[in-house]
T-cell receptor, first 111, second 111 residues
Framework: IAGITQAPTSQILAAGRRMTLRCTQD?????MYWYRQDLGLGLRLIHY???????GKGEVPDGYSVSRANTDDFPLTLASAVPSQTSVYFC??????????FGPGTRLTVL | SQQGEEDPQALSIQEGENATMNCSYK?????LQWYRQNSGRGLVHLIL?????REKHSGRLRVTLDTSKKSSSLLITASRAADTASYFC???????????FGAGTRLFVKA
């Protein structure tokens, strides 16, 4: 692994289904983030984690949950997907207060 | 709510010209970051400027920060067709984790 990876690359999901987006980094960064980007717009922070074992809410946390069991992994779960969660999801990591490194994104479509 | 707001929303210039993009924000920050995003791709970090810095350079990029006016600018000198992309500013709060992105400036450089 080099940098930060996300899986899956894309997914089509039926409304009401549960979905977990995976994110893994190998840079030993303490901080990790989940963003969503809607067409033609900037990124909005969903949740963040400043270190393993702690998480915090961003700008648009409703409908999403995260966990940070270890330094490397930061999964994002949609408990019951809705069409308004159709978006591109980006994971990022950084040293605290420093440059963020982004994954390639997951394109999610909820029908 | 959007903390960073860029202007212009879109900018079209000829190759060789300079491109200037501006970003305004509302609350106190720890740092401000500029990112580039090519269509359909992830974000690439350009420059991070801390709240106690006024100007930073990286190659053809120059970023300024005016904390009294809560604004920043990104200057790309001698633009190239390959600079065509969307450019985003992002602010991090004094805790260093909550990051807010603007909606971006779409730059088109004509060859």
């Amino acid at each position: 692994i080099a940098g930060i990876t996300q899986a899956p690359t894309s997914q089509i999901l039926a409304a009401g289904r549960r979905m977990t987006l995976r994110c893994t980094q190998d840079m030993r960064h303490n901080a990790m983030y989940w963003y969503r980007q809607d067409l033609g717009l900037g990124l909005r922070l969903i949740h963040y984690s400043n270190t393993a074992g702690t998480t915090g809410k961003g700008e648009v946390p409703d409908g999403y949950s995260v966990s940070r069991a270890n330094t490397d992994d930061f999964p994002l779960t949609l408990a019951s997907a809705v069409p308004s969660q159709t978006s591109v999801y980006f994971c990022a990591s950084s040293a605290p207060g420093d440059t963020q490194y982004f994954g390639p994104g997951t394109r999610l479509t909820v029908l | 709510s959007q903390q960073g707001e860029e202007d212009p929303q879109a900018l079209s210039i000829q190759e060789g010209e300079n491109a200037t993009m501006n970003c305004s924000y509302k609350t106190s920050i720890n740092n401000l970051q500029w990112y580039r995003q090519n269509s359909g791709r992830g974000l690439v970090h350009l420059i991070l400027i801390r709240s106690n810095e006024r100007e930073k350079h990286s190659g053809r990029l120059r970023v300024t920060l005016d904390t009294s006016k809560k604004s920043s600018s990104l200057l790309i000198t001698a633009s190239r067709a390959a600079d065509t992309a969307s450019y985003f500013c992002a602010t991090q709060n004094t805790g260093g984790f909550k990051t807010i992105f603007g909606a971006g400036t779409r730059l088109f450089v004509k060859a």
